[in-house]
């Protein structure tokens, strides 16, 4: 019961700030290029495209869609073992 307990907290850990950091991105897609871009531009008033800025919005979706099958299926996993 104490390992179950382990796994969840660890995997909280992780999946919260991921879920965090693609929930701001999915709202603010030109900062987060901008930050996440910005050691490669000596120019800091680089505006991205509107496919990059589509492509930021999927994969901040597809990462929040990610985590909660991750985590539906670890409950599932976790629920089932009972020999632990």
């Known amino acids: 019961m104490l390992i179950k307990i382990f796994i969840i ?3 909280m850990a992780f999946a919260v700030p991921i879920c965090l950091l693609s929930i ?8 987060m290029f901008r930050m996440s871009e910005q050691w490669r531009y000596k120019d800091r008033d680089v505006e991205p495209s509107e496919f990059m ?8 979706v597809f990462t929040i869609i990610l985590v909660i099958i991750f985590f ?13």
């Open 9 to 11: 907290i660890v995997f």
């Open 24 to 31: 701001y991105t999915l709202k603010h897609p030109e900062e």
């Open 53 to 60: 800025i589509d492509m930021m919005k999927f994969g901040s």
């Open 72 to 84: 539906i299926i670890m409950i599932l996993d976790l629920s089932r073992i009972d020999s632990w």
